[in-house]
Nanobody
């Protein structure tokens, strides 16, 4: 069955960087459209980014554009989100998604001094 397992979340100071990962199994990762969404405390889900199967096409939400980078390693069935210049408002539970409706369990990112 489809499994998506996020890792790499944690506590980081404002202005810092963090990379979260998503290990995928149970499907042909190299053929899948993948992405990241997040949910801040008390707020709804927010789409962050997605990436096409080959990795050559990506897109970002305006409030993370220029700070976050999505990438993938199809040989290792892994999706990444590099987050730079983090702000307190980036604090959220970050979910890896296969864009046709599969989700991981999420990894918590907290940006605080």
């Amino acid at each position: 069955q489809v499994q998506l397992v996020e890792s790499g979340g944690g506590l980081v100071q404002p202005g810092g960087s963090l990379r979260v990962s998503c290990s995928a199994s149970g499907f042909t990762f190299s053929s899948a459209y993948m992405g990241w969404v997040r949910q801040a405390p008390g707020k709804g889900l927010e789409w962050i980014s997605h990436i096409h199967p080959g990795g050559g096409t990506t897109d970002y939400a305006d409030d993370v554009k220029g700070r976050f980078t999505i990438s993938r390693d199809n040989a290792k069935n892994t999706l990444f989100l590099q987050m730079n210049s983090l702000k307190p408002e980036d604090t959220a539970l970050y979910f890896c998604i296969r864009t046709d409706g599969y989700w991981g369990q999420g990894t918590q990112v907290t940006v605080s001094s």
